[in-house]
């Protein structure tokens, strides 16, 4: 059922009065008791399978038959003055719920889904071909009614890699992102085939998106300014990342147990959650300021959604995805539960959903991270130990993890600025500094007629000389060190020139003065 037909139908049975025009309804099924679905090779026979009702009077409209299961549901605009139904290889559009007869025709040969964009007037949909024979998959962007003529499309992207797509307006409808689906990784990466993230703007603009983390894309949602969008993608723990309409990287979330992204109505607040086989961890972020907010846990969930107000969230467990343990919870944004409902052990819940209310009606606010109060305990969650055989149990515990999950970019070391060291630290530090000299004192007294060069101001502070100790197992280890601080040197140039570099290339960065330090002492004992 068309989403915007829900909310009216829902409206009529609350409040008739508020309808004021007639709706239709869609159902699919035999109209008649008793008749059977099935269809003919052609429109000429067979029993109609899909009908639409007018919702205030119950009427029956129209009947057609439909013969394909994928992507049969009829779509409405969002004024409800134009609907568009996928027929063979044609889209017909219906003008004011008349329909006896279409308003207009897209025909494009094996078209095989459209989507209507959500803003008003002027309409504007997107229409996919799948490829055939070596040609590639292609998405087409058409302006209402203008469909005629070799230049009547406004934007064409073209692709290979695809055996389904997702297409997602933005709210102005002035762009278009296509997330295309392979069922099979030929590369044998993924057991749930390959997917690629395609842009297109009504301008004509199209481009590849590149995502820095190979692996599915999870989930991708626009924010409702139409400016920038957000991507959750990778092989676990996935990363998350804000692209701007030129699809550069904004900002960086790292990684985490993740899959799903929401944008607040207003669009200054962004949820990264995990749910469905993820624990119901979730990230709320400032995205104006690219600050996190706080990290609600919602286990179990299997429903989200904004409040049209833009300051209160609400999770479910629903049937029949888990029929145990069923109930809601609103939250606010800064991580308090002010309400929560349990549904009896003898019930389900099936569907929870908030009332819906135009835009506009509640403004923007100022975001808080202080924690609302509320009257409702706080759950600690449990935590689960992991298993431990018998031999171990009595031993310490050592901490290890599977995955390094990657800190956003805003929390990241930046190579260059070391800590402050501890006085513990700074106290080692001058006992082996003093050793260094002692032994350095040492060798002067050995060999007193031998007076040590000093090294020139413009030398390097890793150059080291390329004397020889006669121990090839201390050579090959200084060899090694001069490897490693060569790779280092040639980090910290990427990195001023501007590369954003790996977690373990700033890792090897951190590590530069250890390595010094091990080499001074090697070669002193030359």
């Known amino acids: 059922m068309d989403h915007h037909i829900l909310q009216k139908a829902q409206c009529f049975q609350e409040n008739p009065e508020k309808i004021a025009k007639p709706v239709p309804l869609v159902r699919m099924g035999p109209c008649l008791p008793g008749a059977t679905e099935k269809t003919s090779k052609d429109d000429t026979a067979g029993i109609p399978n899909l009908q639409l009702y007018d919702v205030k009077t119950g009427m029956c ?25 996928n027929v063979n290889n044609e889209v017909h559009f219906f003008e004011n719920n008349n329909f006896n007869t279409f308003a207009n025709k897209l025909h494009l040969k094996k078209i095989n889904d459209f989507v209507l964009s959500p803003a008003l ?71 749930y085939g390959e997917q690629t993230l395609h842009y297109i703007a009504t301008n004509g603009e199209s481009a590849v998106v590149q995502l820095p983390k190979n692996g599915p894309i999870y989930d991708v949602v626009w924010n409702s300014s139409s400016t920038e969008f957000c991507a959750v993608y990778g092989f676990m723990p996935a990363k998350a990342t804000i692209f701007n309409l030129k699809c550069d990287p904004v900002f960086d979330f790292g990684t985490g147990p993740r899959n799903a992204a929401y944008y607040s109505p207003h669009g200054h607040i962004l949820v990264l959650a995990g749910f469905g086989n993820l624990r119901g961890q979730m990230e709320v972020w400032d995205v104006k300021n690219y600050k996190l907010i706080s990290k609600p846990v919602a286990s179990d969930s299997t429903y989200f959604a904004w409040c049209p107000d833009g300051e209160h969230i609400l999770t479910a467990t629903c049937a029949p995805r888990l029929r145990v343990n069923n109930g809601y919870k609103i939250w606010h944004y800064t991580g308090a539960v002010l309400h929560k409902y349990d549904v009896p052990s003898t019930a389900e819940l099936w569907q929870v959903s908030w009332q819906p209310f135009l835009d506009g009606i509640f403004p923007e606010k100022a975001i808080t991270y202080q924690a609302v109060s509320s009257d409702v305990p706080s759950e600690e969650p449990k935590v689960a130990t992991a ?63 031998t007076a040590p060069t000093p090294a020139p101001q413009s030398t390097p502070r890793n150059t080291v000389s390329q004397s020889t100790s006669g121990d090839p197992e201390i050579d090959r280890k200084i060899k090694n060190l001069k490897k490693k601080l060569k790779a280092i040197e040639q980090l910290k140039e990427q990195a001023a020139t501007g590369k954003q570099l790996e977690k373990n290339q700033l890792a090897k960065i951190q590590k530069e003065k250890a390595l010094l330090q091990e080499l001074e002492d090697l070669e002193l004992g030359i």
């Not at 409209?61 to 139904?85: G, V, Y």
């Not at 431990?388 to 260059?416: C, D, F, I, Y």
């Open 121 to 191: 007037q002027p309409y504007k949909v997107a229409v996919y071909v799948p490829g055939s024979k070596g040609a590639p998959s292609f998405v087409r962007l058409y302006q209402y009614p203008n469909f005629d003529g070799p230049h009547a499309a406004l934007a064409n992207k073209s692709f290979f890699k695809a055996d389904k797509v997702t297409m997602l307006w933005n709210k102005k409808a002035t762009a278009v992102l296509v997330i295309a689906s392979t069922d099979v990784d030929k590369t044998g990466a993924s057991y």
């Open 387 to 449: 298993y431990r055989p018998p031999a171990l149990r009595n031993k310490p515990v050592t901490n290890s993890k599977l995955h390094e999950e990657e800190p956003p970019q805003n929390m990241k070391p930046q190579p260059g600025n070391e800590k402050p060291l501890s006085k513990t630290a700074l106290k080692n530090q001058r006992k082996h500094e003093a050793k260094k000299a002692a032994k350095q004192e040492a060798r002067s007294d050995k060999s007193p007629d």
């Open 61 to 85: 409209l129209k009947s057609f038959i439909q013969k394909k299961m994928q992507n049969w549901c009829p779509s409405w605009s969002e004024d409800e003055t134009l609907c568009a139904r």
